[in-house]
């Protein structure tokens, strides 16, 4: 049942309707709008906006002239705008829309307030689960992308040594860490960075690239996606890796599976040749890495780089792989590493190549040191100066150089001679 207040403002309405009738002239338009609330019963209670135009807009021929009296409504000889007032105040009332007369739009009804959107529960539930804190956000981003990186590295050594390479060899391994370099970086890069590496982000901070402050969290953050990774690893070839070992879980030795997580020397290698195998496989991959993100020197679309780093890995470990598996990663080795300690693999994990656990956490980040240098020092710095840095640049010259050597610069700064060293 319609409320007296309701029916009070749907009279009140077409009250209004009424009076601008006479004000009304050919050709013109004006379009009211009221919000009327309903009730039926006890278990409804929306809100209608409805808007309409001009209930009298009809023909020429029914409407005054100008210059002429307009006369009330009610008493007009024709019947046209009461008729139409009627049906406007019937469809108000019943929400009906069967307005057959042209000159009357169907009315819309709007169930949402202005403003509002229909959201799911689950795009509810989702916007409340949002982090605010933008470092967390990074960190997560690290973790999950070093988690897609270790998961389909080291699940393909698993699967090439648990079949004793019947399903899979040597190149398989190379294809695994390179792919799942590729897709970690595409699954975090827009978020953090996609830096999966901590020589990767000590060597950023060290260009002043990344905070400082934000090091330690990263370096967490990637060491607990490795170990998540390898705990994943090692619960979906569980059984593979008892039958293979013979129900052992050992470190070295011809059926060892300690090697499926982390790195360990061959039995020729040093822990001093394992240091320079590592230093130079990181630092050749420092070297690409600053080549392929330094806008001056490629022109390659951005989405294309994640394709092109895991290259980088291919090609790495085709060519450095032998002597101890290229590791390159402090966190992809240290990581799993310290799952396997935990997992029942024991104290042998480190004790393991002359306690070689630490250089897979050391040599990296000297090797990721020593790369960055030697682009910086020998690419980066000798790019042609930017349009954008000219007048610094020509400042620079005029406080610190005679007249004799500004002779390529010429008056004002304003650029260049074709003669300028700075060309």
């Given at each position: 049942?319609?409320?007296?207040?309701?029916?009070?403002?749907?009279?009140?309405?077409?009250?209004?309707?009424?009076?601008?009738?006479?004000?009304?002239?050919?050709?013109?338009?004006k379009?009211?709008?009221?919000?009327?609330?309903?009730?039926?019963?006890?278990?409804?209670?929306?809100?209608?906006?409805?808007?309409?135009?001009?209930?009298?807009?009809?023909?020429?021929?029914?409407?005054?002239?100008p210059?002429?009296?307009?006369?009330?409504?009610?008493?007009?000889?024709?019947?046209?705008?009461?008729?139409?007032?009627?049906?406007?105040?019937?469809a108000?009332?019943?929400?009906?829309?069967?307005?057959?007369?042209?000159?009357?739009?169907?009315?819309?009804?709007?169930?949402?307030?202005?403003?509002?959107?229909?959201?799911?529960?689950?795009?509810?539930?989702?916007?409340?689960?949002?982090?605010?804190?933008?470092?967390?956000?990074?960190?997560?981003?690290?973790?999950?992308?070093?988690?897609?990186l270790?998961?389909?590295?080291?699940?393909?050594?698993?699967?090439?040594?648990?079949?004793?390479?019947?399903?899979?060899?040597?190149?398989?391994?190379?294809?695994?860490?390179?792919?799942?370099?590729?897709?970690?970086?595409?699954?975090?890069r827009?978020?953090?960075?996609?830096?999966?590496?901590?020589?990767?982000?000590?060597?950023?901070?060290?260009?002043?690239?990344?905070?400082?402050?934000?090091?330690?969290?990263?370096?967490?953050?990637?060491?607990l996606?490795?170990?998540?990774?390898?705990?994943?690893?090692?619960?979906?070839?569980?059984?593979?890796?008892?039958?293979?070992?013979?129900?052992?879980?050992?470190?070295?030795?011809?059926?060892?599976?300690?090697?499926?997580?982390?790195?360990?020397?061959?039995?020729?290698?040093?822990v001093?040749?394992?240091?320079?195998?590592?230093?130079?496989?990181?630092?050749?991959?420092?070297?690409?890495?600053?080549?392929?993100?330094?806008?001056?020197?490629?022109?390659?679309?951005?989405?294309?780089?994640?394709?092109?780093?895991?290259?980088?890995?291919?090609?790495?470990?085709?060519?450095?792989?032998?002597?101890?598996?290229?590791?390159?990663?402090?966190?992809?080795?240290?990581?799993p590493?310290?799952?396997?300690?935990?997992?029942?693999?024991?104290?042998?994990?480190?004790?393991?190549?002359?306690?070689?656990?630490?250089?897979?956490?050391?040599a990296?980040?000297?090797?990721?040191?020593?790369?960055?240098?030697?682009?910086?020092?020998?690419?980066?710095?000798?790019?042609?100066?930017?349009?954008?840095?000219?007048?610094?640049?020509?400042?620079?010259?005029?406080?610190?150089?005679?007249?004799?050597?500004?002779?390529?610069?010429?008056?004002?700064?304003?650029?260049?001679?074709?003669?300028?060293?700075?060309?």
């Open positions: 049942m319609i409320t007296n207040q309701t029916e009070g403002l749907i009279r009140a309405n077409s009250n209004q309707v009424r009076s601008q009738t006479n004000q009304t002239r050919p050709g013109s338009v379009t009211t709008s009221c919000a009327v609330k309903c009730s039926r019963g006890s278990d409804i209670n929306m809100y209608q906006k409805i808007k309409h135009s001009s209930l009298l807009h009809s023909n020429t021929s029914t409407l005054p002239q210059g002429h009296k307009v006369h009330d409504v009610d008493n007009c000889s024709s019947m046209k705008g009461q008729t139409l007032l009627h049906k406007a105040d019937s108000v009332l019943w929400g009906s829309e069967d307005l057959t007369d042209d000159s009357v739009p169907p009315l819309k009804v709007q169930l949402w307030p202005d403003g509002e959107e229909k959201t799911t529960g689950m795009e509810r539930l989702l916007k409340k689960c949002q982090i605010r804190n933008k470092l967390f956000r990074e960190c997560l981003a690290e973790c999950l992308g070093v988690y897609i270790i998961l389909f590295g080291c699940g393909s050594v698993a699967q090439v040594t648990t079949t004793e390479e019947k399903k899979g060899q040597y190149l398989s391994i190379n294809l695994g860490f390179a792919l799942g370099v590729t897709f970690g970086i595409f699954v975090s827009g978020v953090s960075g996609a830096h999966l590496n901590p020589a990767v982000s000590l060597s950023l901070c060290v260009l002043g690239r990344h905070p400082w402050m934000k090091l330690p969290f990263y370096i967490f953050f990637q060491l996606g490795a170990f998540l990774a390898a705990a994943t690893v090692a619960l979906q070839y569980h059984d593979a890796i008892r039958a293979y070992g013979g129900g052992q879980l050992t470190v070295t030795g011809p059926t060892a599976t300690a090697g499926i997580f982390s790195t360990y020397p061959s039995d020729y290698l040093s001093w040749g394992g240091v320079v195998d590592q230093v130079i496989g990181t630092a050749a991959l420092l070297l690409c890495v600053l080549a392929l993100g330094d806008q001056r020197n490629t022109s390659l679309p951005d989405s294309f780089q994640p394709v092109l780093v895991g290259a980088v890995v291919l090609v790495i470990g085709i060519s450095m792989g032998s002597n101890s598996g290229y590791a390159l990663n402090p966190a992809r080795d240290f990581g590493r310290l799952f396997t300690y935990i997992a029942g693999w024991g104290d042998d994990v480190f004790r393991a190549g002359d306690g070689w656990w630490w250089v897979p956490i050391v990296p980040c000297v090797g990721a040191l020593l790369g960055t240098l030697i682009y910086q020092l020998m690419i980066e710095v000798h790019h042609p100066i930017h349009q954008s840095e000219l007048p610094s640049s020509c400042q620079e010259a005029t406080e610190s150089k005679t007249g004799v050597e500004l002779e390529g610069v010429e008056p004002g700064c304003e650029k260049p001679t074709k003669n300028s060293n700075l060309a």
